[in-house]
């Protein structure tokens, strides 16, 4: 039997083609089952991260793409899906980190050659216009 729900991120045609192919070679599904984050009902968990994921692509917010009509959940759903505490969003983001990390270094180590392997973190500080800037 097929899904009743079509699979939406927030509807943004161009943003989430590019987003979901991304997260779908990534396998970001496989790791939120793995990390316990599931839905019974409703949107699954990957299409609701995937719609929270593009927002900030699209530099809007809950209530803007609620105003718009492009959520494809209501904005109480996101919400309790995000506060949920039986979700650790720690665990999620480094196994993703090191599905991308693993994925990647393998083609340089299986050459020839010797290559040094780093990986750089950037931390630094960017203004967002949603987040809390004025409180520097």
């Given at each position: 039997m097929g899904r009743i729900l079509?699979?939406?991120?927030?509807?943004?045609?161009?943003?989430?083609?590019?987003?979901?192919?991304f997260f779908r070679r990534f396998e970001l599904h496989r790791i939120l089952?793995?990390?316990?984050?599931?839905?019974?009902?409703g949107l699954s968990a990957f299409d609701i991260v995937?719609?929270?994921?593009?927002?900030?692509?699209?530099?809007?917010?809950?209530?803007?793409?609620?105003?718009?009509?492009n959520l494809?959940?209501?904005k109480s759903s996101l919400f309790r899906f995000l506060d949920n505490p039986r979700f650790c969003w720690r665990k999620v983001i480094l196994q993703f980190a090191l599905k991308i990390l693993f994925l990647f270094m393998?083609?340089?180590?299986?050459?020839?050659?010797?290559?040094?392997?780093?990986?750089?973190?950037?931390?630094?500080?960017?203004?967002?216009k949603?987040?809390?800037s004025g409180l520097r």
């Open positions: 079509p699979e939406v991120a927030c509807q943004n045609p161009q943003t989430d083609s590019t987003i979901s192919q089952n793995a990390c316990g984050i599931r839905k019974e009902k995937l719609c929270l994921i593009s927002m900030v692509f699209t530099n809007k917010s809950i209530p803007v793409l609620e105003k718009e009509g494809p959940c209501g393998k083609p340089a180590a299986g050459k020839k050659k010797k290559l040094f392997e780093v990986l750089i973190v950037d931390d630094t500080l960017y203004p967002r949603r987040s809390c």
